[in-house]
């Protein structure tokens, strides 16, 4: 358990009420090429929808052109565009969960973003133009901004609101993210910036012989928090991941069996599926636990599985009184993610 005296911002829960939500449209101009706008295109249509209702939605888009495409979709959807609005930057993907800013407040309340490093996943992919939009949010917005010298990703951890972080290890505590710095000192800015003094980390999946080699297993896939005191987690009924898949679940259960929230009591635990099937576009098994909470809604990432129905009835179970939507996401799912990793909350 860390100490409150180093604590300068808070981060709130997802549940938290939000000003709104960040997207960064898909474009052709990335280093995916080609073709890549049109396999996304009505899932990014699905979410500004679902979530215009309950708050706003802020979209990145790549210059005026997109801007003018964009705007055309949603008006074909009946969206109503006074609730949406745009920053045009040249994004070098989707995934604004993790190289998007992180809100929080300081101790005044005052509404301040975290600017973290971002290295495109361990210097994976391409991040010059990512890296970038925190700046463009902080100055279009005239919002408040922190450089933090650590490198974080948004969806390599989760928090409750109450004082505790969850994470993956091998996301986080790296060598291809923080070559220099122990746990002590990572956890110590995490307290700092996020106002978290309780922390859970699961082992996690390092390098390539895993199904999610990109991030080195982002905690957003594997283990959610839907309460201060309830944890969501992914395992497979029926045993046929692989054998690391499935040791590593064990592993995971065991360490979670073993969290203790800032009262010193045990977490709820409860399991969530995998998808029945390998997703084809993927090849692997997807998770239903890359949802988003927004404040009307939970979008939740589906694959035309037979678990898919499943999924959602223990989400809903969840989150009284917000819709609870599915979203196929089968073909984001063969680029590496899914609805959290390309949502982010902007907190009121």
Request: net charge negative.
């Amino acid at each position: 358990m860390g100490s409150t005296e180093n604590i300068k911002f808070h981060m709130p829960a997802e549940w938290e009420e939000h000003e709104g939500t960040w997207l960064q449209w898909p474009h052709d101009k990335t280093h995916r090429g080609e073709g890549y706008k049109a396999k996304l295109n009505d899932i990014w249509v699905s979410m500004a929808k679902e979530l215009h209702y309950g708050e706003n939605v802020h979209i990145v888009v790549c210059d005026n052109e997109e801007k003018e495409y964009v705007q055309l979709r949603l008006k074909e959807e009946k969206v109503d565009l006074t609730k949406i609005d745009f920053l045009i930057h040249e994004a070098d993907d989707v995934w604004i969960r993790d190289n998007g800013p992180i809100f929080v407040k300081d101790k005044e309340g005052n509404l301040t973003l975290t600017h973290w490093i971002f290295n495109g996943w361990g210097d994976k992919y391409p991040h010059a133009n990512d890296i970038i939009v925190p700046n463009k949010i902080s100055e279009n917005y005239k919002i408040s901004k922190v450089d933090v010298d650590i490198c974080l990703e948004g969806g390599g951890i989760e928090v409750n609101g109450q004082g505790t972080l969850m994470a993956a290890k091998s996301s986080i505590i790296n060598e291809n993210r923080n070559p220099t710095l122990s746990q002590e000192e990572i956890e110590r800015a995490l307290t700092k910036y996020l106002g978290v003094t309780n922390f859970i980390w699961i082992t996690g999946l390092r390098g390539e012989d895993n199904y999610d080699e990109d991030t080195d297993f982002h905690i957003d896939g594997a283990a959610r928090f839907t309460n201060e005191n309830t944890i969501l987690y992914e395992y497979d009924p029926f045993g046929e991941s692989e054998a690391y898949l499935l040791e590593a679940h064990e592993k995971h259960y065991q360490e979670l069996q073993q969290a203790r929230n800032t009262d010193g009591k045990p977490f709820q635990l409860i399991p969530v599926p995998l998808t029945r099937k390998d997703v084809k576009e993927a090849g692997c098994k997807g998770s239903y636990l890359n949802f988003y909470i927004g404040n009307e809604v939970v979008l939740v990432p589906v694959y035309d599985d037979e678990h898919d129905k499943l999924a959602l009835q223990i989400i809903e179970g969840q989150f009284p009184g917000r819709r609870i939507v599915g979203i196929n996401v089968s073909k984001l799912y063969a680029y590496g993610g899914m609805i959290h990793c390309v949502t982010q909350q902007h907190i009121k």
